[in-house]
């Protein structure tokens, strides 16, 4: 099973930016889609954003169209989330997950991911 580490949280206002990373160790990324979800208190977990293995297919919640970008790096074992334009109501902890050639439309599930990491979190100010 792959193990995911998260980094790259932290405090900022809102308009400014952020990039979070997710490495991977134990497995090679190539074969594993990649996706990120985020909780906010009291809240269920929600999904942000998915890349395929092959990077062809590349999904997000509406919510964050236009502002957040996922990409990978298949060659150091990581998944980005750069997220530009932070508005308050994108405070949340932020979560990294992986499947072996999982197969997701344009909203998955969390529990369609078998790996995850242990989050990062994310504060927005006003």
């Known amino acids: 099973q792959v193990q995911l580490v998260e980094s790259g949280g932290g405090l900022v206002q809102a308009g400014g930016s952020l990039r979070l990373s997710c490495a991977a160790s134990?497995?090679?990324?190539?074969?594993?889609?990649m996706a990120w979800f985020r909780q906010a208190p009291g809240k269920e977990r929600a999904f942000v954003a998915a890349?395929?293995?092959?990077?062809?297919?590349?999904y997000y919640a509406d919510s964050v169209k236009g502002r957040f970008t996922i990409s990978r790096d298949n060659a150091k074992n990581t998944v980005y989330l750069q997220m530009n334009s932070l508005k308050p109501e994108d405070t949340a902890v932020y979560y990294c997950?992986?499947?072996?050639?999982?197969?997701?439309?344009?909203?998955?599930?969390?529990?369609?991911?078998?790996?995850w990491g242990q989050g990062t979190q994310v504060t927005v100010s006003s």
């Open positions: 997950a992986a499947d072996r050639l999982l197969l997701v439309g344009p909203d998955p599930v969390p529990g369609a991911f078998g790996s």
């Open positions: 134990g497995r090679a990324l190539s074969s594993y889609t």
């Open positions: 890349i395929r293995w092959s990077g062809a297919s590349i």
